[in-house]
């Protein structure tokens, strides 16, 4: 096989050669470039020393950077990784299996569908399956937990280490009873033999023997059509314990003689500090106090002395100019467009002769705000050091990248660096970055003390990166008959994500615009995909009204790819589209495909005229992701995505001015709440033909256009910025 593969970027119309040692970074993934948030002036892994006796299985996978963003050592995704790759597994003399991964759990419930993969092929219950995630001291390098990787990547991983240990448990009983390894069959954790009815348990067999086997990538898998415990509803692994509180998350987390840090934040965005002056004696006899650089804080032995220390500083602060408003930002966007003359820009055909053809010519744009992750468990992390070495406990999606991070901060070697991330509350692509490990780590240094930082809620709201805003500008040709002949897609700074047209259109011209931008931006859940698909399906919306054509009529027209097809089809008959509706009802659609999921949504809205209230009343989705893992836990991250998207659908929205954020709680920013949520019904399309791909992304692409476009069905009332009501539509 060729070192190189074929793969689609997101901003290209054909497929492009790339290594696959160099996995794709999206570009609106911002804070993977962004410089380091401190300059501090401060001066191999022994796996059988934590395994102990077992079997540990090293997997060698021949193209394996082709599946998973693994490597070693500090790197960004552009550089070339090892063409060698090692997952873990260890079956202990306790009969336990545990598994190694440095994928991490934020809500997603991949420990349960992990853990399915090992049992799966491992022939093992998996009640007796343990997973250690996220432990840059006991699990192999992972770049993170984000873009869907997951379920095609380290699902596929732990699936050939899982055969590749069966088979050599299987190989080791044939040697130890000397007969045919063809006479043996491992099931639920032992080795038969049929003949003999001799049993022998996974971990009796291996008990005082180390053993490492390298296996190629080649090893077979059991299809999907012959799962036994993949594609089944298992229920959440430790799902008892989240619900009891017995579950300790990074902002549960305590050591002995441990103290409380706070850090001394700029009144504005960009705002340098001039000088600072610590509180009195009375006040510090007690406390930490830290000055380094642009970083001020304090430790001290609970938070109300850590806050009245820092309340009583004495800062001066130079503040930066010409800070934008949220009044102004989209104008900002459009004109600070880094490539405005066209550079970068995707081509098929002829987008000007396509609109010389067309019977009719649309052009609109569309508007994304910037919004917050607000994820319910703010930045926390636990340092403490020992030496020059350091332990931290943080809630991260990329405890390697926050390895890297500690270690560029603090001048020592990644070795000298632990992190771990105990199971945590939520992320949605917004802890990329170390901030708070850091912090806790520069404090803990000088206090000589463990030292645990928690955000405030104000402070995730401000000095988190934010979803980025954007303008985006559509224009498309298209003949009576409703074939459309021209397509110009270009996306001012929110991403490249999902930009691409799925329809089947002969002429196009697709770019994405990097900007100047005012607010710290990044990752998001789905990226760009969300505010792409938002413009693409309001548009395809109003071309189809344009040429009098039902919406889904006009879809299915320009629409080839056969997968696509068939999660509108099936959403469109679950929700019975076509039928009659009351006065105030509107329906819509919108769907597309991204990173192997395909989604179809369809929503109906109650608009009430006279006081301008707009309610979301029924959700279907229809989705398709290949063979599915875990039905039951593939419908709560469909429902969570469509809850999830009300918010940047309907309000939520950051409001800022002169460098400052303007509802930085949850009393002045509005998310979703219970009486929002409408009635979700879901249409899952199992294809076990096609290789299963993650669903933590996708599924929110379709809510915000099949509400938009069904509060126009309903009023006659197109809104084409997100949020589209924030305070509800004027009034008749």
């Not at 040692?21 to 022994?46: G, K, M, N, T, V």
């Not at 949850?666 to 979703?672: A, D, E, I, L, N």
Request: with cysteine.
């Amino acid at each position: 096989m060729s070192d190189k593969s074929f793969v689609r970027d997101p901003l290209l119309l054909a497929p492009v050669m790339r290594d696959p040692a160099a996995p794709l970074i999206e570009p609106e993934r911002y804070e993977f470039h962004a410089s380091s948030a401190y300059h501090f002036a401060l001066q191999r892994r022994d796996f059988f020393k934590f395994l102990g006796a077992g079997l540990l299985v090293a997997c060698v996978a021949k193209e394996a950077l082709a599946f998973q963003e693994s490597g070693g050592g500090r790197r960004q995704g552009s550089q070339s990784l090892p063409r060698e790759i090692s997952a873990w597994l260890h079956i202990g003399d306790n009969g336990v299996v545990t598994v190694y991964t440095g994928k991490v759990e934020v809500g997603q419930n991949i420990r349960t569908s992990l853990s399915q993969a090992v049992a799966e092929e491992l022939h093992f219950p998996i009640g007796k399956i343990e997973m250690v995630m996220g432990d840059t001291k006991l699990t192999p390098y992972d770049m993170g937990t984000f873009g869907s990787r997951t379920t095609p990547t380290m699902n596929l991983q732990l699936r050939q280490v899982a055969a590749a240990a069966r088979d050599a448990l299987v190989d080791m009983a044939a040697r130890q009873w000397k007969v045919d390894r063809s006479a043996l069959a491992a099931v639920d954790g032992k080795i038969t033999d049929a003949s003999t009815k001799r049993t022998v348990e996974y971990a009796a067999l291996v008990k005082g023997q180390q053993l490492t086997q390298l296996i190629p990538t080649e090893d077979p898998l059991a299809p999907a059509t012959e799962w036994k415990i993949e594609g089944q509803p298992i229920a959440k692994v430790d799902g008892r314990d989240f619900v009891t509180g017995k579950h300790k998350y990074p902002s549960d987390q305590r050591l002995p003689g441990m103290l409380h840090g706070k850090i001394l934040r700029p009144p504005s965005f960009g705002a340098t500090l001039v000088s600072v002056n610590p509180p009195d004696a009375t006040v510090m006899s007690d406390v930490t106090f830290v000055h380094d650089g642009d970083f001020v804080g304090v430790a001290a032995a609970s938070q109300e002395l850590a806050t009245r220390a820092l309340k009583s500083f004495q800062a001066e602060w130079k503040p930066a100019a010409d800070q934008m408003s949220n009044k102004n930002i989209f104008d900002y966007l459009k004109t600070h467009a880094a490539n405005d003359k066209g550079e970068g820009a995707q081509e098929v055909g002829s987008v000007e002769q396509g609109l010389k053809s067309a019977d009719h010519r649309l052009k609109q744009t569309y508007m994304v705000a910037y919004i917050a992750h607000a994820p319910l468990e703010p930045r926390t992390a636990l340092a403490q050091w020992s030496g020059d070495n350091l332990t931290v406990w943080t809630g991260t999606q990329r405890p390697f990248g926050v390895r890297s991070e500690l270690a560029t901060a603090f001048h020592i070697p990644e070795e000298n660096v632990r992190v771990l991330m105990p199971d945590t509350g939520a992320g949605y692509g917004g802890k990329h970055s170390g901030e708070a490990a850091i912090e806790a780590a520069r404090l803990a240094r000088a206090a000589n003390r463990p030292v645990k930082i928690v955000w405030t809620r104000e402070e995730e709201f401000t000095w988190a990166y934010f979803r980025p805003a954007g303008v985006i500008d559509v224009t498309a040709g298209v003949r009576d008959d409703g074939t459309i002949t021209a397509w110009e897609f270009h996306n001012y700074n929110s991403g490249g994500s999902g930009i691409r047209t799925f329809y089947d259109i002969p002429n196009q011209r697709i770019q994405f615009h990097e900007t100047k931008y005012p607010l710290r931006q990044g990752s998001y859940r789905a990226l760009a995909a969300t505010a792409n698909h938002f413009a693409r399906e309001s548009f395809m919306d109003e071309l189809a009204r344009e040429v009098s054509m039902d919406p889904l009529a006009f879809r299915m027209k320009n629409l080839k790819n056969e997968r696509l097809r068939a999660v509108f089809e099936a959403g469109a008959k679950k929700f019975d589209w076509g039928r009659k509706k009351t006065a105030g009802r509107g329906f819509g659609m919108g769907g597309g495909f991204e990173k192997g999921g395909n989604v179809a949504t369809f929503a109906e809205v109650n608009v009430d005229k006279a006081s301008g209230d707009v309610r979301v009343v029924h959700v279907v989705t229809a989705f398709e992701c290949g063979a599915i893992v875990n039905p039951d836990n593939l419908v709560n991250q469909l429902e969570g995505a469509n809850i999830m998207g009300l918010g940047g659908a309907l309000f939520e929205a950051i409001e800022f001015e002169n460098g400052k954020i303007l509802n930085s709680r949850f009393s002045k920013y509005r998310v979703p709440r219970f009486s929002d949520v409408p009635a979700l019904e879901t249409v899952l399309v199992n294809r076990t033909d096609i290789p299963s791909a993650g669903a933590g992304e996708s599924p929110l692409m379709g809510i915000a256009p099949a509400i938009g476009n069904a509060i126009f069905d309903a009023t006659g009332v197109r809104l084409r910025s997100l949020p589209m009501v924030p305070n509800g539509l004027p009034k008749a």
